[in-house]
């Protein structure tokens, strides 16, 4: 079973930038879809983006905001740039079994099977 932990987020003032990082263990890393969510106060959770391990991205907030991956060192990031009050929110990193017909990863929630607890962004001046 894999074992999430998130990391990097903090306040920072509209139009900067942060860089969010997920560890990945227990399980071998490229079995996964790797996503990031995030969830707003009185909000859905909803999908940020995902890839997977042959590299194919989902960014549905880009280009302020790009998914990458280390391999090599089980890790995850979310770059974002020009951020928003609107981007405050928890946001989580989730891993889901990737689908045996090569389809693209997720962008469900409920598809993702385990999940990070969880960095806070505040984007606040």
């Known amino acids: 079973q894999v074992h999430l932990v998130e990391s990097g987020g903090e306040e920072v003032q509209p139009g900067g930038s942060l860089t969010l990082s997920c560890s990945v263990s227990?399980?071998?890393?490229?079995?996964?879809?790797m996503g990031w969510f995030r969830e707003a106060p009185g909000k859905e959770r909803e999908a940020v983006a995902n890839?997977?391990?042959?590299?194919r991205t989902r960014e549905l907030l880009w280009p302020r905001f790009t998914v990458s991956q280390d391999m090599s060192k089980n890790m995850l990031y979310l770059k974002m740039t020009s951020l928003e009050r609107e981007d405050t929110a928890k946001y989580y990193c989730?891993?889901?079994?990737?689908?045996?017909?090569?389809?693209?990863?997720?962008?469900?929630?409920?598809?993702?099977?385990?999940w990070g607890q969880g960095t806070q962004v505040t984007v606040s001046s």
């Open positions: 989730a891993a889901m079994i990737r689908r045996r017909d090569g389809a693209r990863c997720s962008t469900v929630q409920y598809d993702y099977k385990f």
């Open positions: 227990g399980d071998t890393y490229s079995k996964y879809c």
């Open positions: 890839i997977d391990a042959d590299g």
